[in-house]
């Protein structure tokens, strides 16, 4: 049996550098203690039927080879009438746009194929946990500038001053956000704009919940900002808003020449996105407005009941802008730190949920926080509810 020792000698220094999600390692105790799994944000409810008998026909009608490397030309062509339709852009399906396996791959290809060792990447945190693990396996060095709360707003001098080290090449932006549920506003938005133009950066924006918006906010794609056109890596994916996390169709959508650096990575990464599920991600992108309208409303609802719930537990959630997450402090847990109320909650009431401390590059930032997602059946939340009524303090 190789020992601990031998087997992390054997690492390269990048995998050494890397952890385990700390949101797959809640999954993982979510099954051990037959949690109800409010740590990954996967919805237990079933996808649309329309786009799952487009998968099915797909796979009926044979599109089960290797596909166009960088997306089936049905999947480009529906995303070149979503972009245009709903966000007024213009997107040459032949030339700036590749289909990946997941917006995961989407932002790691992104990185890999347009910095260089040694860039800096200015990321917002609290951030999702992949961002700063991207940049490390591209040879980039991230530099963190705070989100603050309660509406998660960033300081315009603390952003300036990242920028003017004069290293930063690229900036992370994800929007609607993740685990804040922040929305980034137009105002905001054009600061960055400007501080990219001046300092010849790039935006890679990850706007996978850019349908998943309430009272009244509204998602502004930043390449739809002036003078962004050229200089924006556009990610998303089907993942979160058709409920099909586990079918891994992502995208980026770019100016030809990072397209083109974006094709070459994701070509030796992974050649390919699934064949049939891109057809039914073509099929997917097709659906009417009402479809949309009606997600955003159900996820409001769900929103309201895990704010409820939270409350009625004796917690502290941010009611988010957009996305299904809420950040929420736990200090009335009297536990010493989130680690140790993620895992007693898991424990003892059987509800998983994200230590906020992963969401942070100093973890002391995130130590009274969870991280929860609400992207369950209404019965689900309800009876985490339940569940954690009965915990008023773990230690």
């Given at each position: 049996?190789?020992?601990?020792?031998?087997?992390?000698?054997?690492?390269?220094?990048?995998?050494?550098?890397?952890?385990?999600?700390?949101?797959?390692?809640?999954?993982?105790?979510?099954?051990?203690?037959?949690?109800?799994?409010?740590?990954?944000?996967?919805?237990?409810?079933?996808?649309?039927?329309?786009?799952?008998?487009?998968?099915?026909?797909?796979?009926?009608?044979?599109?089960?080879?290797?596909?166009?490397?960088?997306?089936?030309?049905?999947?480009?062509?529906?995303?070149?009438?979503?972009?245009?339709?709903w966000y007024n852009m213009e997107v040459d399906p032949e030339r700036q746009i590749c289909v990946t396996c997941g917006a995961t791959e989407a932002m790691i290809a992104t990185m890999i194929g347009c910095l260089?060792?040694?860039?800096?990447?200015?990321?917002?945190?609290?951030?999702?946990?992949?961002?700063?693990?991207?940049?490390?396996?591209?040879?980039?060095?991230?530099?963190?500038?705070?989100?603050?709360?309660?509406?998660?707003s960033f300081d315009e001098a603390e952003l300036r001053q990242a920028f003017g080290s004069g290293r930063v090449k690229a900036i992370v932006i994800n929007d609607p956000n993740n685990p804040t549920g922040k929305?980034?506003?137009?105002?905001?938005?054009?600061?960055?704009?400007?501080?990219?133009?001046?300092?010849?950066?790039?935006?890679?924006?990850?706007?996978?919940?850019?349908?998943?918006?309430?009272?009244?906010?509204?998602?502004?794609?930043?390449?739809?900002?002036?003078?962004?056109?050229?200089?924006?890596?556009?990610?998303?994916?089907?993942?979160?808003?058709?409920?099909?996390?586990?079918?891994?169709?992502?995208?980026?959508?770019?100016?030809?020449?990072?397209?083109?650096?974006?094709?070459?990575?994701?070509?030796?990464?992974?050649?390919?996105?699934?064949?049939?599920?891109?057809?039914?991600?073509?099929?997917?992108?097709?659906?009417?407005?009402?479809?949309?309208?009606?997600?955003?409303?159900?996820?409001?609802?769900?929103?309201?009941?895990?704010?409820?719930?939270?409350?009625?537990?004796?917690?502290?959630?941010?009611?988010?802008?957009?996305?299904?997450?809420?950040?929420?402090?736990?200090?009335?847990?009297?536990?010493?730190?989130?680690?140790?109320?993620?895992?007693?909650?898991?424990?003892?009431?059987?509800?998983?949920?994200?230590?906020?401390?992963?969401?942070?590059?100093?973890?002391?930032?995130?130590?009274?926080?969870?991280?929860?997602?609400?992207?369950?059946?209404?019965?689900?939340?309800?009876?985490?509810?339940?569940?954690?009524?009965?915990?008023?303090?773990?230690?």
């Amino acid at each position: 049996m190789i020992s601990d020792r031998v087997a992390t000698a054997r690492m390269s220094a990048t995998a050494a550098s890397l952890t385990e999600s700390v949101i797959r390692e809640m999954t993982r105790l979510a099954a051990e203690h037959d949690a109800i799994n409010l740590a990954q944000g996967f919805p237990d409810f079933p996808a649309p039927e329309a786009v799952k008998q487009a998968a099915m026909t797909a796979i009926a009608e044979d599109h089960n080879q290797y596909p166009i490397t960088w997306g089936q030309v049905s999947i480009r062509r529906a995303l070149q009438r979503k972009y245009r339709d709903w966000y007024n852009m213009e997107v040459d399906p032949e030339r700036q746009i590749c289909v990946t396996c997941g917006a995961t791959e989407a932002m790691i290809a992104t990185m890999i194929g347009c910095l260089n060792p040694g860039d800096e990447v200015v990321v917002f945190e609290p951030f999702y946990e992949n961002y700063g693990a991207d940049a490390v396996i591209a040879g980039a060095v991230p530099r963190y500038v705070s989100l603050r709360e309660p509406d998660w707003s960033f300081d315009e001098a603390e952003l300036r001053q990242a920028f003017g080290s004069g290293r930063v090449k690229a900036i992370v932006i994800n929007d609607p956000n993740n685990p804040t549920g922040k929305v980034f506003r137009r105002d905001e938005l054009s600061v960055i704009a400007e501080l990219c133009q001046r300092y010849g950066a790039l935006a890679i924006t990850d706007e996978i919940y850019e349908h998943i918006v309430y009272d009244g906010a509204s998602h502004i794609p930043m390449a739809t900002m002036p003078g962004m056109e050229d200089r924006t890596v556009t990610i998303s994916a089907l993942s979160k808003t058709y409920s099909v996390t586990g079918w891994r169709v992502g995208w980026t959508i770019a100016p030809s020449d990072l397209t083109d650096a974006i094709r070459r990575v994701h070509d030796f990464l992974t050649v390919g996105a699934p064949a049939p599920l891109q057809e039914a991600g073509a099929a997917a992108l097709r659906l009417p407005v009402t479809y949309y309208e009606q997600l955003a409303a159900d996820y409001r609802e769900r929103r309201e009941v895990m704010i409820g719930v939270l409350r009625d537990a004796g917690l502290d959630p941010i009611v988010p802008a957009g996305a299904y997450y809420t950040m929420t402090d736990v200090s009335a847990l009297n536990a010493p730190d989130d680690v140790t109320a993620a895992h007693a909650l898991v424990r003892n009431a059987r509800v998983a949920a994200v230590p906020g401390s992963s969401f942070y590059s100093r973890p002391e930032l995130g130590q009274t926080k969870l991280r929860f997602s609400f992207s369950k059946k209404l019965d689900t939340l309800r009876e985490a509810g339940r569940r954690l009524s009965s915990i008023r303090a773990v230690a």
